[in-house]
Structures are given as structure tokens and as C-alpha cells.
């Protein structure tokens, strides 16, 4: 056995128990789930069938990140890069996983490598994004939402790069379904960068009514911030859709000058059960900023 496959044995071996997968800057401590049914060892096998094809690693740790074993899925992207180097594909989703794990540096190291390779490419820019907002690096955050966003319905010079399976950001005019999530970070990007009037720029585009099918957790945060939703209407969600509302509408507040209800939501946040949503994750970075000063009484 080679040592490649070694690796991959030994990862499908420790998929059968429960491991601690990251603890947040407060202290939480979150775990994997099992593997009983061994879903992992048969995606493996498909890595032993095509070893150098990108999908079958990408498939492998899709499988290990549904049991949120993300330690085991960046391994396994990790061994796919070593395999079939700079792919920005393999690169996107291991960045993923390390925003996951709360390895911010690591993970804006990975995705900016993407993007070197498919600089047009909205998974790469708004994941991007996501991971230098979690750094605190909001400045660049928000240049980041705003590089895609700016390159909307423009001829796309880098359409060769694009790999499989992701879209250029110079199609967002043909899905607003997407163009709202960049929109919602970009616009809390600006606020916590102290641009303020850019970011109230972007609420003059946001309009009421609009049918998506997908994202509107996004759309409804937008309209909050707009003033054109109120919050308990904006709240109504559940799930991962909830967290990332729940987390927008809480540095709003915060924001605002509203610390009460805006470290309340965070705390509730920090506790909620959907611990890899880029909305809990957001809150913990807030609230361990904040536990000093503005949110200090509500962490007693």
C-alpha cells in the first residue's frame, strides 16, 4: 500500500468515531458525527479508482464534511492537491473547510491561491470574502464582495480559468439568487470597515418584492438593514437560514448603538446547534471582540 492510500485508510478508520473538529474563541468545543453506515471508506474507494481526478476527492470530502468531520475532509483535499496540484476547485473547498475549523489565515491563504487561478470565479470571491471578513479584515472583505460585484454583465477575460461546476461573476445579473449573499457581506464588510456611506449605497439597489430561489435569507437581512422589513418579520427562519439573519441583524444593532438586543442575539448565536454556519461563526468572532467592552454585561 502506498502511502497515499495509507492516508486514506486511516481517515476512513477514525470516521467511525467522533472527533473534536474545532472550539470556538469562546471556548466551545465542537465534534464530528460518526460514520456508521461507512460512507466515507466507499467514497475512498472511488480516490483508488481515479487518483487523479479532482471530483473523486472533492466527492470524498463532501462526504466526510456531511458528518462535519472537517479536519478528515481538509486531509483528504490536501492529499487531492498533492496529487493534482493548484486546482483551484480542490482549493476553494479545502479554504471551506478551514473557515469551518475557524483556520481563518489558513483559509484566506487557500482561497486567495484559487483565485490566482480563476480570478472570475463567485464561489472562490465570496468565499474569499467570508474568510477575510472571519480574519477581521474588513477592509479587504469588502474589496473583495466588491471585485466580483463590479464585474457584473462585463465580458469575462478570464473565461478559461473557470473551472467546472463554478459560474463567473460576470453572470450575476442572471442570478440574483447569488448576487444577494455578496451584497449582504459587502454591505456588513463596509459598516465594520467604517465606510458607511458605501454601504448605504448598496441598500439604494436593494427593492422589496423580489422572487428568488435561493439565498433569501440575504435579501430579507438587506431589507432589514434598509428599514423596509422589521426585524421579528425578518427573524422568521429556522436553521442555517435563521444563523445568518440572526447574525446580520445583531451587528446591526451593535452598530447601531443598540447593545442590548444585539449582544443578546449574539449569545443566543453562539449557542445554536448549526456551529459550522458562517452566521454562528460570525457571531463568535463578534462577540469575543465585543466581550470587553459593548457586550460585557451579557456574557455574566
Known sequence: MNFRLFLLAASGALSLLAQTEATSPLGRVFTSDRDPDGRIPKADEEIKKAPKSAESYLKAAQA????????????????????????????????????????????????????????????????????????????????????????????????????????????????????????????????????????????????????????????RALLFYKSALAEKEALEATGIAYTNLASGVALFHLLEGRNGPGCSLLRKLVAHEDWPAFGVIAAEQELAKTSKNACALFLK
Open 64 to 219: 466526510r464534511a456531511d458528518l462535519r468531520q472537517y479536519k478528515s475532509a481538509i486531509t483528504t483535499l490536501t492529499q487531492g492537491l498533492n496529487a493534482i496540484p493548484s486546482d483551484p476547485r480542490l482549493l476553494r473547498a479545502r479554504g471551506h473547510r478551514k473557515i469551518s475549523v475557524r483556520d481563518f489565515p489558513g483559509a484566506v491563504a487557500d482561497l486567495e491561491s484559487a483565485r490566482s487561478f480563476a480570478p472570475s470565479s463567485f464561489e472562490v470571491s465570496y468565499f474569499l470574502g467570508l474568510a477575510l471578513y472571519l480574519k477581521g479584515d474588513f477592509n479587504d472583505a469588502a474589496n473583495e464582495f466588491a471585485r466580483c460585484i463590479n464585474m457584473a454583465g462585463k465580458p469575462d477575460e478570464f473565461t478559461k480559468s473557470l473551472p467546472p461546476g463554478h459560474f463567473s461573476c460576470a453572470d450575476l445579473p442572471k442570478r440574483p439568487e447569488n448576487l444577494m449573499p455578496l451584497a449582504d457581506w459587502h454591505y456588513r464588510s463596509l459598516r465594520r470597515a467604517g465606510r458607511h456611506a458605501e454601504a448605504k449605497e448598496i441598500l439604494t439597489n436593494i427593492k422589496p418584492g423580489l422572487q428568488l430561489s435561493a439565498n433569501t435569507s440575504n435579501y
